[in-house]
């Protein structure tokens, strides 16, 4: 067998602002009609530009991640390239994420917190 991935499903507060997050960042569409989601306000999805989709799931009382602590595990985040890690890390303050990780002379990746504290990297490509 061999499977195609669908989507990449984050669980979150608020669905449609996360999605909204990821759209600013990785460009794309918030909630592009597709048959195989219904949409509503536990649910949202981005389609982005290089054909990947991130789905957002509301879960009440999420837990966010704490960056490193294993107590409260990441389990899973996303790696985005970017040409420019000091325009992009000026970038993503601005659409609300937060640094966990912050190296101002650039060794190649930083690790930033999400709206919903999911934890991801931006990485110089």
Known sequence: MTARLQCTVLDCPEPLVLAEFYAALLGGR?????PQWSLDDDWATVHTP??????FQRAAGLRPPQWPDP???????????VPDLAT???????????????????????VYADPAGHPFCLVRS
Do not use: I, M, T
């Open 50 to 55: 290089q054909g990947q989709v991130l789905a």
């Open 71 to 81: 107590a409260h595990p990441q389990q899973f985040h996303l790696d985005l390239a």
């Open 88 to 110: 992009a890390h000026k970038e993503v303050l601005a659409l609300g994420a937060r640094p966990l990780e912050y190296d101002p002379d650039e060794r190649g990746s930083n």
């Open 30 to 34: 918030v909630n592009q009609p597709d």
